[in-house]
Structure formats: C-alpha cells, structure tokens
C-alpha cells in the first residue's frame, strides 16, 4: 500500500491556468506539508497543516491555496500559473518528527 | 532564519571506496533526519537523530549526531553503484523542517 500518495505525476500547462495538485496520506499521521524542489533540487517548505488546521504558511505567492478536507488529505491549488511555478511539488506527512514523502509532481509551465 | 549546509555538493567515488558527507548548522535541532531521493521519485528516510553524541548504523551507513545537535555527519563504507543518489538532511524544530542543499552521490563500478 502506498503511504503517501500523490496525483497527478506530471502536470504540463499554459501559464495563466489554475491547477490543482492532490496528495492522500494513509499512515494516520496528523501534520501534512507541500515542499516544492527547484531544479537546483532544493527542498522548501511551503505549508504544514495539522489536523486540518494550517500552522505553517512559508513565504508562498497567494495564488498557491492549500486544502484539507480531512487530516489525511492536504490538496494544492495554484491560480494564475507563471513559468517560475515551474518545480517538483512534493507531499509530505509526519509523525514524530520523522517526514514520509510522496513520488512528487512535476509541473512544467509553458 | 534556521539553515543547514552541506558538503561536498558532489562526490564521484569508485565501487568499494569509503566517504563521509556533512551537514551543518548553526543552530540547534530537536532531531535530525537523513534521506535519499533517487531520480524521479521523493526522499526516503534513512534515519532521525535525535541526542547529541549519537551513533546510529544502518548496514554500511553510519550517522552521527554531533554533541550540540547543530551537525551530523553520514559515513558509508565500501560504497557500491547501488549507493548512488542524492542525500539529504533536513533539521526538526517543532512541526517545521529545514532542508539541506543535498549532497548527490554518485559511485561507479
């Protein structure tokens, strides 16, 4: 069973499109995140979210929203795309300061 | 601002070779994690560091912890192809983790 699971893989779109990015966790885990991976393949936080309740809001373009209809899903959607949204967005959920990732999903902008 | 560096950036070693990578900070973490991510796919956890001083094996790896919990240091010995990727560590301070740049490993038959 996949622990961390993320949909869609790849997403190739026109700059201005809105898109939405989902990831579903199920190892029971209460705390969930987005990183997004430049092509220099650093690892930034973006969100965190704790039973549903977002607790870390990193330094994001507005235009990105995450959502977390329950504790084991924490969606991205990203309004307005722009070519420097252009990254590896990958999932996350923890437990005791232990992080366990998803396959990540690779956005191109156009 | 809480940072992690870590060096080399790169390492080219042949099969059977032994190496060491780093990771630095200047500040203090509640734990410390090592991961791999191969091509294509998200980082694995290897291991979490937690007390200062601590020595954690897992088979041909060796990590360390270092006693002020700002640094800890990867050993493997006799690296094989299998080895190759890119290695991260990443800080825990309450439910916010910091990565570092990565060390990509690459180890040649």
């Known amino acids: 069973d996949t622990a961390v699971s993320q949909t869609p893989k790849y997403l190739v779109t026109q700059m201005g499109n809105d898109k939405s990015i989902k990831c579903e966790q199920n190892l029971g885990h209460d705390t969930m995140y987005w990183y997004k991976q430049d092509s220099k393949k650093f690892l930034k936080i973006m969100f965190s979210y704790n039973n549903k309740e977002l607790i870390i809001n990193e330094t994001v373009p507005n235009r990105f929203s995450p959502k977390s209809p329950d504790k084991a899903h924490l969606n991205l959607h990203i309004n307005s795309l722009e070519l420097g949204d252009s990254a590896v967005y990958f999932c996350?959920?923890?437990?005791?300061?232990?992080?366990?990732f998803g396959p990540g999903t690779r956005l191109t902008v156009l | 601002t809480q940072l992690l560096e870590q060096s080399p950036q790169f390492l080219s070693i042949q099969e059977g070779e032994n190496l060491t990578v780093y990771c630095n900070s200047s500040s203090v973490f509640s734990s410390l994690q090592w991961y791999r991510q191969e091509p294509g796919e998200g980082p694995v956890l290897l291991v979490t560091v937690v007390t200062g001083g601590e020595v954690k094996k897992l088979k041909r790896l060796t990590f360390q912890f270092g006693d002020a919990r700002k640094d800890s240091s990867l050993h493997i010995t006799a690296a094989q192809p299998g080895d190759t990727g890119l290695y991260l560590c990443a800080g825990n301070y309450g439910q916010n983790f910091v990565f570092g740049p990565g060390t990509r490993l690459s180890v040649l038959p």
């Open positions: 996350a959920s923890s437990h005791s300061g232990e992080q366990f």
